[in-house]
């Protein structure tokens, strides 16, 4: 792997590229392999980290997938096979590039792209908190277990207070950031 | 004799969302350089809005907005020479200080407005107002990091370096402790800076400004102290929700 982070950082971009070119799932299997064998030491807790997040996404894609063969009769396991191995590569690229890509000395020639950086880092650690905040409240204010009706609607509610925060988040930081002169360098 | 011509001057100026709500309606305001005016009313009857307008960021739906003489409007706005002396002459500081800080530290947030300036200038001015706001052991520490007040602090380390002509503040002391607020007022008071300041803090309004004007709830300016003469009466605090009695 490239050591100066600059470097590594323009690796994970071409890699990403490169892996949505490839559509034989041999290839992106060999590209698996040899991304496990470079990621050193704690490959377990990447690979563990990279399928975590992607694991239930792709039993449905996969569940779609076999159903839709079944129905229509056509082969699947090469469309099987690419779409696993095309999504788990990207996660495992993205996992890495997280664990091992400072992306504040990656971009420290880019003073703007830096900025948005900052903002996106705040922007989750807001809603990081918002999401606590949301935790902490319904636990305090439960006297008795919801029922998943109730649950349910509390989590749409929460999704789409998410969602106004964010857009409200966005109008706020652009406004901010024209106010102080950022916008028109 | 004729009048001086306003710093900052809006007539009859109206803003509506495009869900239809009104934010502001009918608003006719001319602060002259050095006056400090504190800007009272309930919750969500235009004071963030007004003062985006005076910062150049919405333009009015309907009547004007001029700074210095010149009507403030999208062709201005666009103007990158105008925004340029804009910015460094007028600046906002938002109700959550969040919104504000997209640098990747505490020193370049603070210096981030004085990009313009030779580096050894810019360095000691960035020290001065961390020292000013005791944010000297977060210099290097990114400021999403920081607690709510310190990060109201360093807001106001920010727009003050710039050394600007008008401040503009929307709750400013909303997270401040007391010992910051008192070095607010007394900053304040100690400079001729032209300033429209909204808050809640009845107790505060005083010390904020000579000059108190309210919006009402339906968003247009109930009280001008400056055209009344004087402040105003307990009646009109209570019915326009600024007392309780």
Known sequence: MPSSHPLRFAFYLAAVITVTLIHDPRMLLLVL??????????????????????????????????????????????????????????????????????LDLALARLPRVRRWLVIVR??????????????????SRTVVAPTMHQRYLGSAAIGLAALDKGV???EMVTQAMRSRGALHD | MTE?????????????????????????????????????????????TLLRILDGLIPPTRGAFRFAGRRVDQHTLQDRGWQRDFRQRVVLMFQHPESMLFNPTVRDEIGFG???LPESERAARILHWADVLRLQD?????????????????????????????????????????????WLLEWLRERSITSVVATHQMALVPQLGER?????????????????????????????????G
């Open chain 1, 33 to 102: 392999a040899g991304l496990l064998l470079l990621s050193g030491t704690g490959r377990p807790a990447l690979l563990l980290r990279a399928g975590r997040p992607v694991l239930w996404i792709l039993l449905l894609l996969s569940s779609g997938i076999l159903v839709m063969g079944w129905l229509t009769g056509q082969p699947v396991l090469h469309a099987l096979l690419l779409i696993n191995l095309r999504v788990l590569v990207l996660a495992l690229l993205t996992a890495w590039m997280l664990r091992d890509v400072d």
């Open chain 1, 122 to 139: 705040g922007q989750i650690q807001l809603f990081r908190r918002l999401a606590q905040d949301y935790r902490c409240a319904q636990k």
């Open chain 1, 168 to 170: 409200h988040n966005a």
């Open chain 2, 4 to 48: 001086p011509v306003p710093l900052l001057e809006l007539e009859q100026v109206a803003v509506a969302y495009p869900n239809g709500r009104t934010a502001l309606e009918g608003v006719d305001l001319a602060i002259h350089p050095g006056e400090r005016v504190v800007l009272l009313g309930t919750n969500g009857c235009g004071k963030s």
């Open chain 2, 114 to 116: 004085l990009r313009h």
């Open chain 2, 138 to 182: 977060f210099l290097d520490a990114p400021p999403f990091e920081l607690s709510g007040g310190e990060k109201q602090r360093l807001c106001l380390a920010c727009l003050l370096a710039v050394e600007p002509e008008v401040l503009l503040l929307d709750e400013p002391t909303a997270n401040l402790d007391p010992r910051t607020v008192g």
């Open chain 2, 212 to 244: 108190i004007v309210i919006l009402s709830n339906d968003h247009g300016i109930v009280f001008d102290s400056r055209s009344a003469g004087g402040p105003p009466d307990h009646d009109l605090l209570v019915a326009n929700g600024l007392a309780y």
